[in-house]
């Protein structure tokens, strides 16, 4: 089958890219109002853009011409800080959780169970729960497309990552221990799976 994406529906492109791109990692993204409201919110367009300088990247995607922008986008819009807690197993449900919409002045540490854990460098809590977690400032806002679907990207340089100490020795994370969740298509999250190793080129 070929695909001219230029004749697919938005929902169509959606389906094939989040059915093809995966698994995905979770950045658990937390937030604060310009009132002191704290957010939470899961991002599965996520990445790593360099690490020097160290700049992560999600993609809040928009719902719909003129419409409200996210609560993740309008508190880093406003504060230019977040931090982004590394989503694990024992996260998962509050995860799914804080991805409901619910209402600007709602505090989703509160509604998925979380504790809010005080940062070293940014004014938004960590969660206490995740292992590890990034405290980041707004380096960079790229804006993609007009319309629902497209994106406000956020580009965040680290400033302070609080690591459990069990789960790092010389700079190596254990998968192991870290347990990671990443998201499929829909409602379908994975766990890791059998890890297998190959020998990079010696050329
Ligand atoms: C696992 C998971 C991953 C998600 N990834 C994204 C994403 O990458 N981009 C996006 O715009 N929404 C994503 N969502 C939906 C947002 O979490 C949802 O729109 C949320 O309500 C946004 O919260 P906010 O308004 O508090 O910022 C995801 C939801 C789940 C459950």
Do not use: W
Not at 6 to 29: N, Q
């Amino acid at each position: 089958m070929e695909i001219n994406p230029d004749k697919l529906s938005s929902k169509e492109r959606y389906k094939l890219l989040i059915g093809s791109v995966i698994p995905r990692p979770i950045a658990f993204v937390s937030t604060v109002s310009e009132n002191g409201v704290p957010n939470l919110a899961p991002f599965s367009f996520f990445n790593v853009v360099c690490f020097n300088p160290m700049i992560l990247a999600f993609f809040p995607i928009r719902y719909k011409k003129g419409d409200e922008l996210k609560d993740t986008v309008k508190n880093i819009t406003a504060t230019k800080e977040f931090v982004i807690n590394v989503a694990t197993e024992k996260l998962a449900k509050s995860v799914n959780t804080a991805s409901g919409l619910y209402d600007y002045q709602v505090d989703e540490f509160e509604v998925s169970g979380l504790t809010k854990s005080k940062s070293v460098t940014v004014n938004p809590p960590g969660v206490l729960e995740s292992p590890i977690r990034f405290e980041c400032v707004l380096e960079k806002m790229i804006s993609f497309g007009d319309d629902a679907g497209g994106s406000n990207g956020i580009f965040g340089k680290v400033k302070h990552i609080i690591i459990e100490d069990n789960l790092i020795d010389n700079f190596r994370i254990d998968e192991n221990l870290l347990k990671p969740i990443s998201r499929l298509a829909g409602s379908k999250y994975a766990r890791l799976g059998e890890v297998f190793e190959i020998e990079r080129p010696k050329v």
